[in-house]
């Protein structure tokens, strides 16, 4: 904070930047905020990390969208370009909201009229308010009357394997009741970069006697910590977590109770993991078996285990097989439904949970209800008075290779990025590129907007108020801390106005009008309303479970239909593509601790740009002598997609015959390279595994 500035007030809001929610205190001077400081929140108690901490500047980013945009007759829509920032400006008009609105509304109304509205679809995004997730699937449903909704939960989907087990999406217990478990049970998760408030429980948990068991290909600085690392190689998940319940089944470690009364398909699991002995699991993942049969013993001994799993687990071809395994150890060990004892998926944006809840799926109305259900439709249209699609929706990728085969129309874009964020880049362009009308709703010219024929100025979420819910399933408040830059708008307010236009008659004439509306199509929100949201500040659903159990629910039956758990059948699949004489690297993308996402906005903020300029491509020491690279040296990293240039560093941490990219630089798209393989359940793509070669940058 510059020395000559007197902080004048401060404010309230949420850590936009991931799902542990930190509750931050905002400094502002001259309705600008200054400086940030953690505030007393459900799920930090004061706690920031590096991007909470120093992350809040871009708000005041020269480069935020102030007025809405339209695009310039003669401005091309390349997809051999890759704008970003100043850049995409050049490409548009100023325009008032009215001439904007119109234009927005009127291509897609055209869309719907000449290609009907299976052409037309919407991308959300987690990191918008859950109020604007609301409208936008509200909007997509009733008024474009399309299923294909989806948003960038997708692309780490966690979800659908746990919903298949116990029948609902929600985390079991909060991550801090870590504090509470003898043991825990990390698995494709690097807490201390993505999650790092968390982290810091979970280390102050290791200190009080929580042992800690991590399974991840890469040997991270947080696996300083555990009692056993298991540094499997990359996509062997299935293999040695299978292993793990085997030795659970062999030496009668299972919880027989709990096996007897709560839980369906034991015996096919028992059948299944007597393929995977220790011993062979050790040869195939690269274990010792000594660790694999510790790491059993230690969980199932457990008297509370909690198990954590992250985007390492999920980014694969064969992710739900990663997660369906490691679910079926804590089942069939009883370690669920207790203090200190539960599954806790960690989601990556701030609001993935509140905008799953709130139905921004293109298979899931409101409430996690089936869209394909004639009975849960009828409620809907019964509350939204008209009609709506019943066929499940297409997803994230699938929009995009609908769009590139020119069998979509129109997209509307609200706060996703999917230039950046999408696998295999090339292809994502020209499917940008070949809508007849895309509408890009944003608080920056990202380089989805470089594609839009209409950008819309939004509000960032200390801009506003509303509502999001955290990792630990908190409904938190967000208010206005400082005021939005020039005529940009909340989200859910340009979403109705852009429903108006097209036929809609709502009655949102304030944010806690859609939040009301929001418990309605709910259920696990009953029992709030906006007057007592705004009044406590944080709510943990449901309101209506035993506090005696700080928020570890499921004690004695599960949501799912029979209230028990069922396993899931799976299978050891290999990844969409393997290694080969042409491309001998496995290529594994993730992030940095300084940065979000795609980097749109913490790219912006001074100091975590400071501290994390430039993409780097991580080589394993072995690979790094082969190669005779100098540190830092210019590579080039080339995939069947694409190539970037950038420069290597040694990483001793990596397998051999490993590299990793991070995918916030816009300078080197770590997405250029991606694969488009995805999960055959969770139609998340295979981000942590494509074959890769690297080579010298000739082109220096
Ligand atoms: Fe908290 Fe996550 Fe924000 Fe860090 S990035 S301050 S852990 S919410």
Redesign the pocket.
Known sequence: MPAELTIERTAETI?P??S???RVELGIAGNRAVIARGADGPA?RGR??V???FGFDYLAHPERLTVPLIRREDAPKNPELHLTGADVLTLFREATWDEALDRAAAGFLKVKEKHGSARLAVLGSAKSASEDAYVLQKLARTVLKTSHIDHCTRLCASIPPLTEAIGTWTVTLPFSHILEADVALVVGSNPEVN????ASFMKNAVRRGTKLILIDPYRQPFARHAAYHLQLRPATDVALLSAMTHVVIAEDLIDHAFVSQRLEGFDDLKARVSAYPPEVAARVCGVPEESIVGAARLFAKAPNAMCFWGMGASQHAHGSDNMRALIALALVTGQVGRRGAGMHPWRGQ?NVQGSCDVGLLPMCLPGNRNISDAGERAFFERLWQTDIPGERGLTVVEILEAAAAGEMKGLYVSGGNPAMAAPDLAMTRRALASLEHLVVQDIFPTETAAFADVVLPAAALAERSGTVTNTDRFVQLVETAVPPPGAARPDWEITCEIATRMGARWNFDHVGAVFDEMVRAVPALAGMDWATITRERQLQYPLSADPSNGGSLFATVFPAIGGKARIAALTNGSPGELPDEQYPLILVTGRVREH?HTGSMTRRAKTLDALSPESLVHVSAADFARLDLNDRERVEVLTRRGSVRLPAVCDERLQSGVIWMAMSFFEAPANDLTTRHLDTLTRAPEYKFCAARLIRDESK
């Open positions: 850590c930047f991931c542990v929610g930190c930090n920031l990390c991007k909470g901490r999650h790092p408030v968390a701030n979000w």
